[in-house]
Each structure stands twice: as C-alpha cells, then as structure tokens.
C-alpha cells in the first residue's frame, strides 16, 4: 500500500490514446501523474505490433483523419516524430471486376467521377456537401467544450443558449438539413440527395462502420456525419496514415506525457477503484497493491467503470440500472493480413496504383449493407460482408519486407454474441474465410498471395483491449448517447458521480474514434476542479 506522502495527484486507468491525452495536459499542468495500463504494451487500440514474422501494422484502430488538431498542436506531437500521410486517393468503391467509383484525390475529381455515371447527381454533389459542412460547423466548437448536465448552473444554462442561438442563426433549410442528420437514418438521407447506387454506398459506409445498423436504422446519419468531422494535415475531409502505424500516435503522446513527468505502467490492470465517504481515493490493482490518489480518470468503456470496477454500494442504483442497459456492440471483425504480393482490383498491374493507397471498399449499394447487418441479426454473421481495406504498406514501407505488404480489413457486421450457442472460438476461422472469399470474388489472387493473418472477431477486440462486445466507441452513437447523455444524462460533464472520478475515454463526449478530445477536455474538467 502506498504512504501518504506517495499519494498522486491523479492515477489513470488505461493507457490507450484518450488516457495518454488526458495525462499529458495534466502533467503539463505540473501534475503528478501515473497510468496503469492492463496490456504489456501501451497504446490501446492505437499500437502497432508485429503479427506475423517481418509484417507489422496498426493492430486494431487503423487510420487517422479525427484526431483533432488542437491536440496535435498542444502536445507537440509532430515534434515528437508523428508523420501522417494523405492517402493519394480518398476510397475505391469496388463494384465489379475491372469497375467501381474513385473518390478523389480532391472534390472536383469526385464530381468528374459521378458526372461521368449521374449529371443530375454531379449537379448535387456540392449543395450535399455544404449541408453536411453545416452540420460540422455548427457542432465543431461543441468537440472542445464540456458538455452541460445542470441548467440550474449558470455556466452550463448559458452553454445551452449558445447553442440554441447557433442553431437559429442557420438558414432555415439548413436547420431542417442538421435536423435530419441527427434523426433520419443514412440510407433515407443519401436516397434523398443521389440516384446513383455507388456514391451512395460510398458515402453510407461512415454511417455502419463500427456501428451494429443498417445504413437504414434510424440515426444512422449522425454517425455519417461524425465521421466527417476529420482532416489531415489542415485538409478537411481527408483521411491518412500514420508513418509507424497508428502506435506512433501513442507513442508521440507518450513521450509528451513523459516528458513532463507523468509514468506508465503497463501490465498493471486495475481491479478496483477504491471509494471512502463517497469520493475516489485509490486503485486496487491485480496484483494487490494500492495506489493512492487525489484523482482518478479512467479511460475504460463506461459499462466497464460502472459495473465492474465500482462496487456496488458505491454507485447510485438508478445509474446502475440504467449502466446495464448501455448500448454496446460495434458487430466488427478486424484482420491483418501479411501478403506476398498487392491484391489486383483493377487492371494497375503488379506494381500497384493508386487504389491500393486508398479505402477500399466492398458494399456496393445501400441495399448490399442491409442485407449484411440483417444477415448478422439473424445468424450472427453477414453471408456477404461489407470489407473496408487499406494496404499502408504502400505508402510505408516500415510494415513489411521489400516487395511484400500488410492489408488492413475492417468488416461488418458479425453479431457480439452468435446464435444458438455458438462461440466466436469455435467460429473464428469461418468468419475469417468468409471474409477472404468476399475479397478473393473482386481480387482474384488474394487468397493465394496470404502469408499470415491476424483475426481479431468482437470477442477477441472485448478480450484483447478491454472492449466490452468488441464496441470500438466505447458506446452506441446515437442520440440517446451523445453530447450532454453520454454515457448517460447528469455525467456528460466527464464526472461520474462519484466525487474525484472522471471518465476519459470514448464513452465520453465527443466519442469514439482516434480524437483525443474525451482526454483533453476530461484534463480541462478536472483542472477546473482542482481551482474550485
């Protein structure tokens, strides 16, 4: 047990990119700060690790466009060696062999591209892309703010009149556009705007990935928009990759947080936040020690926090309650892939192209991924899955050997819990095969050209990285769980209701993806407090 005068000023639970975040603007601030992290590695789902003999890649979260400049800005970490790159064409949307939709590399492209298919579509293609820019920028000031939980508070009454000032001084038709982007589903938002089935699916994959829906669920079209949010390098809308893999992020972080004297332990997962007199004082760990702090700031699924880590006695029975209810379950699969040579989607020739540097998908219509996330309510997995890939050995040729490559492949959707008994142990290898066959029928020489593969399904993202039904969110996108509701009304302010317990991460606003913000603004939160 640790002494007194051993007491941190802050522990925190989890070491992945928000819980780094979060402890360098703390130790900034001339903080005594420490993260335990449960793996033997740092990093959370932004780490880079070998997987097969001479291959390395982004083991889980697997390219960058969120992650919000501010932080890159503060904590230095360009400095501190983070190179990103812009992919060289935005998506491929794979439709048959020999054909499908280029996206990019820039807006007047895409509209080349779609005019060729659809004038009429072409003709609409930037009055749609101004109204999901005045959804972005009516809530991007929203990312860096604390959202309000009281409104008997006169700082977070006059929060919610800001935003409903902002919210009035819109265009009329641009209300109604915003308005239908948070309730409307993407399918019936993108059917009103296009004809053409391929910009459709294009645009409709932001709104299903990471997200157990149909692009025709109700609310689906926020999460279209949330993933449209990033940039790269000062460009909107653009999506890149990191040089090292997405661990160099953390590891940038790292060394700003480590640089102000802030430690990471890894191998020290926490079992227990130690509660006396209703406020946070320690952490009890696995291996039976105690750590002693002032603060505590966990960067865990909020159903992990509430319900396993917090005792029972101490957390309000109505939170409780509404905690195990908590929407969870992204329904992906994640695979790496050594390759003994690039897959061929195209006529490009074994040398590749630009395709290979870009998102390549496989979902060729809205209709394509209904049917995936139907397949998956009624038997688990999808017959036909939606397949995002990336080659960043194309561009980064640190993740393989001379000649050879590494693929990512982010699929939907495969249910957190398989029917009729099954386990995702047993079912593992056929979802994996399932999903190499889905590439092989547009690239023919795939499966012959795989060297080794890594296949991470929902069970094994829960077991892995903590993820609870593999949600890599932390928690549904939905309105029900966002802004000032997540992970639940009256602790959307990063406090938990616990007195000197916050919650850093992903289940907490903005949300998931690799932003940073549920760190940062949680540090801002808590060294509020520390004055008041």
Known sequence: MTSKDQTLDVAII???????????????????????????????????????????????????????????????L???????????????????????????????DTQRALAARSPRDAGRYEAYHAQLE?????????????????????????SMIRVGRAFRALPLETQRAVHELFTRSAGDFLDGWFEDEGIKAAYGFDSIVGNYASPYTP????????????????????????????????????????????????????????????????????????????????????????????????????????MQRYRAGSASFRMNVALSELPQFDHSGPEGSDIHRSGILIGPSLAYMDRAHA??????????????????????DSLAPAGQHVASLFCQHFAPTLPDGRSWQDERQRAADLIIDTVTRHAPNFRRSILGVMALSPFDLEERFGLPSGDIFHGAL????????????????????VKGLYLCGAGAHPGGGVTGLPGRNCAFAMLRDKRA
């Open 78 to 108: 360009h400095e501190h060696g983070l190179r990103i790159v812009e992919r060289s064409l935005l998506n491929y949307l794979v439709e048959a062999p020999g054909q499908g939709l280029r996206l990019g590399p820039t807006s007047a």
């Open 219 to 322: 609310g689906s079209a926020y999460v279209l928009l949330h993933h449209a949010f990033g940039e790269v390098n000062g460009k909107r809308g653009i999506w890149g990759h990191a040089i090292g893999g997405m661990g160099s992020i953390t590891q940038a972080l790292a060394r700003e947080a480590t640089s102000h004297g802030a430690s990471i332990e890894v191998d020290a997962p926490v079992q227990q936040v130690l509660v006396e007199n209703g406020r946070a004082t320690g952490l009890l760990l696995a291996d039976g020690r105690e750590v002693r702090a002032r603060r505590i700031a966990a960067n865990v699924n909020p159903r992990t926090l509430y319900l396993q880590m917090l005792a029972a006695t101490d957390v309000d029975p109505a939170v409780r309650e509404r």
């Open 375 to 396: 397949d998956a309510r009624l038997a688990g997995m999808s017959r036909e899955p939606v397949v995002e890939m990336l080659i960043p050995s194309t561009i980064d």
């Open 14 to 76: 989890g070491a992945g990119h928000n819980g780094l975040t979060c402890a360098a603007y703390l130790a900034r601030a001339g903080l005594k700060v420490t993260l335990f992290e449960r793996r033997p590695l740092f990093g959370g789902t932004a780490v880079t690790e070998q997987f097969h003999p001479g291959f390395r890649n982004s083991t889980a979260s697997y390219t960058v466009s969120l992650l919000h400049p501010t932080v890159i800005r503060d904590l230095r």
């Open 478 to 497: 939905g309105l029900d769980q966002l802004w000032a509701a997540r992970p639940l009304l009256g602790h959307g302010d990063y406090r938990t209701g």
């Open 134 to 158: 005045a959804g972005i920028a009516l809530l991007k000031d929203l990312l860096l703010q604390t959202p309000p939980t009281d409104l008997r508070r006169l700082g977070d009454l006059w």
